[in-house]
């Protein structure tokens, strides 16, 4: 058996889970209050300053997390080429530089969860 803390709509609740798949939850199944939030995250260390930003924007078509990153500032690339890697839904979903350019910025670092239009990066045209 493996227990879990599963936090749903801001409550938590503290449940086993068993080899066969069954799901059983302690005597005390009331959910508890989770703790306060945590302090908002420093800025992404792979994050250029705001001088650097480019003028292309690349920003998340949906809620997801970040899996992988393919190119790093500095880099060049042409227009359909992969920058990084979202996971949406548990799929692997790339996204794409709009045109040709050199990414300028990467704002997010991976398993960051980022939300549908959040600032992905920027490339210079």
Same mark, same amino acid.
């Given at each position: 058996m493996k227990s879990y803390t599963i936090t749903v709509n801001g409550n938590v609740y503290d449940v086993t889970v068993e080899e066969n798949g069954a799901v059983s939850a302690p005597a005390a199944a009331a959910p508890r209050r989770a703790a306060a939030p945590a302090a908002a995250p420093a800025a992404p260390k792979a994050a250029?300053? /705001?001088g650097a930003a480019g003028n292309v924007k690349i920003e998340a078509g949906a809620a997801g997390k970040v899996f992988k990153i393919e190119a790093a500032a500095g880099t060049a690339v042409k227009?359909?080429?992969t920058v990084l890697v979202?996971?949406?839904m548990k799929m692997e979903t790339p996204?794409? /530089?709009p045109e040709d350019g050199t990414v300028a910025s990467?704002?997010?670092n991976v398993g960051d969860m980022v939300e549908a239009g959040a600032l992905? /990066?920027?490339l210079n045209n």
């Open positions: 250029a300053p /705001a227009r359909g080429d979202l996971e949406i996204v794409v /530089a990467i704002n997010v992905l /990066a920027t």
